[in-house]
């Protein structure tokens, strides 16, 4: 695990990653959801001023999280220590107090075998795993008897800490000393108790803004990035927090006076309540610097999606394409991205009189020419 120690080395300074990164602050943070929203996603700007972070629209950072203070202190309680025993940090073989290694070494989101057999040993009721709905470390330890676990023996029982990754939202040619986050809460029901996503609990809810130390690290994009030819169009597809790198995109375009058409696809679930960097966009819209298509899925009787905008579009969307635009997706893997690559199928066949494979040929070429990229988790 990385060292907490905010002073900063120069070579803290020069380069950050997983081992040695930069700890940064949350200067400003605000819900972009307004009243009646069903969502909780956050816009969060971290300083890099004394950092030598240099990114590039289209990078993420790493961000190194804190586990949920509650989960670490019923831990602490089943294994009837107070924390400030030390442990030795598999990683690097240094000592660590125990409470700041279930703070920040371990993973409390995901169980290691052999914590789960020890439950199993030592529980009164049978413990089932059940891949639908995995069981917590500290739901685990709810179920335990009380045993007597040797210090050395704690850190075998968990799983290291993984960072999480999120869309750099800003340019640094328009902020150079911050980073700007989208994020959404994710939160979700485990055994009848509320439960929040590890980092972005941490960076929503627990982080105090311009106090907590929040250590990230760069993870440069290498093909997630704009054209280099200023000249050229782009057509920016995103949905929820996919939006963040395509505001990057955005901003970068305005502040290098780019030349290239922009267009913007922007999916979420109401105007009134869910439609993130709204001025901004607004904004760029009527200077005529950006066309904006927008698919609010929860304001009509039917779902409107962006793929919908798009196949609505479809004959200007093809010309742009053929004129040589790039096009960008950011945003939701599992469904988005698919449903919108078989639009573009559509589109193609519809427009360029292909065939199916002749379509699919198409974007496959598309994507090899990196002109279809992707930005999807
Ligand atoms: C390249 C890249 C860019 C990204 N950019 C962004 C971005 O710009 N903005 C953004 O918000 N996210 C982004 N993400 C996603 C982000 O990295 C995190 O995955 C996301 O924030 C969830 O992390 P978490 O720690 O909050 O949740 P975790 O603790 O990792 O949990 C994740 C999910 O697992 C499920 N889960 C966990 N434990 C249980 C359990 N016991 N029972 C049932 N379900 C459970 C829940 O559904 C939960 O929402 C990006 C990811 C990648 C790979
Ligand atoms: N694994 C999954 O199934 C899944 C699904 C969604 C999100 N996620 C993840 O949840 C996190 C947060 O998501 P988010 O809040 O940024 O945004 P999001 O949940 O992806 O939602 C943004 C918008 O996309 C719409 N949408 C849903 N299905 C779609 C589809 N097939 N095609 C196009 N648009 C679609 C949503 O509509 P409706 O909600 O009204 O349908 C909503 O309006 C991300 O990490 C994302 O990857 C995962």
Redesign the pocket.
Known sequence: MYLLNPVLSTENMNSTNRKNPFFSRIIERFSLNKKGSTKK?FHLSLTSAGSAIQYQPGD?VGVL?SNDPAEVNEILQALQHKGSEFVVDPENNAPISLSAYLTRASNL??THPSLLKMAQEHSSTQIVPDPE????PV?LFAKMSRIAIPLSDIPRLFLPQ?P????I?SAQVQYPEEIH??????????RGRK????????LCLDAIVNETPIPIYL?PSRSFILPADSNASIILVGCG??I??LRAFLQHRVSTHAKGRNWLFFGERHRSSDYYYEDFFEALRQQKTLRLDLAFSRDSAEKIYVQHRMWEQRRDLWAWLQEGAYLYVCGDAQNMAIDVDSTLIRIAIDQGSMTDDEARRYLKKLRADKRYLL?V?
């Not at 709905?133 to 917590?136: F, K, L, Q």
Request: aromatic share 14%; glycine share 4%.
């Open positions: 996603t993420c999280p989101q995901k709905a995995p069981m917590r739901e993984l999480r990754f999120y869309s939202a986050l989208t994020v959404a809460l994710a939160s979700f029901e485990s439960r929040y996503g590890v980092a972005s609990r941490f993870q927090t996919g963040a790198p930005d988790y």
